[in-house]
């Protein structure tokens, strides 16, 4: 597989370029520029196949010049010494847990890949680079943990000091070695604003090897369909019905990948986005008009995104024939009230504590399953995030806490290690010259 810019299809490179550019010259997304067919492998590999040999038989089959078995293995063990969990809500709703990885969010499976790959690829070619990046919380978490001890890799993470949560800052500042906390005296915008600055300032770039991991880069987007092949493989004989995934969406990677799964062969009848009240997709999909709007903060603030980044990504899947979309992707627009009230039901029902975003998912789901039509389906929803990573609004929607995971536990022991930098382009210029400039490692 190559991939074209969703701007050029002339632009073609291949996955190491893809990987190492994250955007394409022309300000489009990578995309892949052909499809591979997975249809026998999905109907050929066990169920107890373990997660990491899976993705490794995945990834050979995707990209079968770049990784023989062997290679995709061994990158595939090192990306996912985690693996998802599906366990049954009801008895058609079924939550594919994808938070047992090190930041306890799903974004660690993109992140984690990204970083085995670069690694690999690093190494090969006797090359260093650093990772560039700013975070409002919870990216960085998942970058800072995913690249933690690569050979080859230093990571710089810019956060807003004093804007993200106690223990956002501890996931961010704790984890040491080739990983740097910048606490930025500024907001999340100003962080933002001197990454943009670094990447576009040529003295800069030709003194250190920049690159970013940021979510549009194709290398996250990737291994997040191989837990929806997982998923399928395991409830197949055990599920005669159709499968619906339920993807809670804020830029929509998550489920763009989802639908990359099915177009490479996974079985699936459809897709459902569960967003919150910032709902300009579910507006597309019922009137085929997309109108970006400034983002609205909710509950589940991972999905508070006002103009979703892989839309060009899913407009190029199906062709931009909204139709064609829609047949495909439905949508749910679930309310603050909404996500509070599943959280604090589905805790007095079932002991099970959801985080808001999961939330958000079951509601849709569940507004699903009591339409027309779609009574015998059974829906995979995607839990996202582990409820103890948003423990206020869970408190708040279920009147009790959660347990936070020993990993998260541990972080919060730990004491935090950053680096205080003014919000200017200039101070992080100087700062990554002095300490990650071609000369500094001499
Ligand atoms: C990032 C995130 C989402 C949204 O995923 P997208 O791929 O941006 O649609 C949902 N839930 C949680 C917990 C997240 O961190």
């Known amino acids: 597989m190559r991939f074209h810019s969703t701007r050029s299809r002339t632009h073609v490179v291949d996955l190491p370029q893809a990987l190492f550019a994250g955007l394409a010259p022309d300000g489009g997304l990578y995309y892949p520029d052909s499809e591979p067919d997975l249809r026998e492998l999905i109907l050929r590999v066990p169920e107890e196949l373990s997660y990491d040999r899976l993705a490794g038989e995945l990834v050979h089959a995707i990209f079968p010049d770049l990784f023989d078995c062997d290679t995709a293995l061994e990158v595939c063990r090192r990306a996912f010494p985690f693996a998802p969990r599906l366990r049954s809500l009801t008895e058609q709703i079924y939550l594919l847990e994808l938070f047992h990885g090190p930041s306890c969010a799903f974004k660690d499976f993109g992140a984690s890949f990204l970083a085995a790959v670069m690694g690999h690829f690093l190494a090969g070619e006797n090359r260093r680079a650093v990772i560039l990046t700013a975070t409002s919380g919870d990216t960085g978490s998942a970058v800072a943990q995913a690249f933690h001890g690569r050979p080859g890799i230093d990571v710089v993470i810019l956060y807003p000091s004093g804007r993200v949560s106690p223990l956002q800052e501890k996931q961010l500042t704790t984890v040491g070695d080739n990983v740097t906390a910048l606490e930025v005296s500024g907001s999340f915008d100003d962080c933002q604003r001197m990454v943009k600055a ?47 995934f339920c993807v809670p969406s804020g830029n929509f990677g998550n489920l763009t990948a989802g639908v990359f799964a099915w177009r490479w062969g996974l079985p699936v009848s459809g897709f459902l986005a569960a967003t919150n009240v910032n709902d300009v997709v579910p507006r597309y999909l019922v009137s085929g008009a997309f109108r970006p709007q400034p983002s609205r903060a909710t509950v589940a603030n991972a999905m508070d995104v006002g103009d979703p980044s892989n839309f060009e990504r899913m407009l190029e899947i199906f062709g931009a024939d909204h139709q064609d979309m829609h047949a495909m992707i439905g949508a749910e627009v679930v309310s603050d009230e909404d996500i509070l009230r599943t959280m604090g039901r589905v805790h007095r029902t079932s002991g099970i504590f959801l985080d808001p975003h999961t939330a958000a998912g079951v509601c849709a789901a569940e507004r699903y399953l009591a339409g027309e039509g779609a009574s015998d389906a059974t829906v995979i929803t995607l839990a996202t995030a582990h409820p103890a990573k948003f423990a206020e609004v869970v408190e708040r929607a279920t009147g009790a806490r959660p347990d936070l ?23 992080l210029s100087r700062y990554l010259i002095e300490h990650h400039g071609e000369e500094a490692r001499r």
Request: glycine share 2%; net charge neutral.
């Open 405 to 427: 995971p020993p990993r998260l536990a541990e972080a919060m022991d730990r004491p935090k290690q950053a680096v205080r930098i003014e919000p200017q382009a200039d101070a």
């Open 198 to 244: 670094a990447f576009v300032d040529a003295e800069l770039t030709g003194r250190v090897p920049l690159t970013s991991a940021n979510s549009i880069n194709i290398g996250r987007l990737i291994p997040q369909s191989f837990y929806y092949v997982d998923a399928f493989i395991r409830l197949r004989s055990a599920v005669a019905s159709d499968i619906v």
